[in-house]
């Protein structure tokens, strides 16, 4: 038909899931794409075994375009439960879109069920978009960490805290 326009076909929503066995090549791979100093395989696979870790994804359609990583650790001096966000990450194409929202909620959600005081995690100087997202969620820097990454770029350790019950 001459003249008729064709709609584009747009990708489906992001969902955000636990991860499952099947789904941490993916996660690999994404880590390898959209990071310098990616994890090795079986960090992802301990994460999986351990009572004390979880993976999420987002799934859009067959394609993973984001996951977290969170991690619980019980400290002796003073004797508390702490989570850490390992790693939470996203393609380009769905930033700024709420998935990696969606997915660090997923994560403290699941910190604070499980009676944890405080969780923190590291991201780098330069990052401001991750800063903003983690600002917007609560999180405050405690300090700079001098030389974190390998390359020798510094990191904000920044921490935020259970809510108080209302």
């Known amino acids: ?3 008729a326009s064709v709609e584009p076909v747009s990708a489906p929503e992001p969902v955000v899931r636990p991860a499952r066995w099947r789904h941490l090549w993916g996660v690999r791979r994404l880590n390898r794409q959209l990071f310098p100093e990616p994890y090795a395989f079986w960090r992802f696979v301990g994460y999986q075994l351990s ?8 799934e859009q359609g067959d394609d ?3 996951y977290a990583v969170l991690t619980l650790s019980l400290y002796s001096e003073p004797r508390r439960m702490v989570g850490e966000i390992i790693s939470i990450a996203t393609v380009p194409e769905v930033r700024r879109q709420g998935v990696a ?3 660090l909620r997923q994560a403290l959600s699941r910190a604070w069920e499980r009676g ?7 991201v ?7 800063q903003r ?3 917007a969620e609560g ?4 300090r700079r960490l001098k030389g974190y990454y390998l390359n020798g770029d510094d990191a904000w350790l920044m921490v935020v805290a259970r809510p108080k019950p209302a």
């Open 139 to 142: 999180f405050t820097v405690e």
């Open 101 to 103: 929202r969606g997915m």
């Open 124 to 130: 780098a100087v330069d990052n401001d978009a991750a």
């Open 64 to 66: 993973i375009v984001g």
């Open 1 to 3: 038909m001459a003249g």
């Open 133 to 135: 997202l983690y600002r």
């Open 51 to 58: 009572s004390q870790g979880w993976i999420w994804v987002a």
């Open 116 to 122: 944890v005081g405080q969780v923190y995690l590291q």
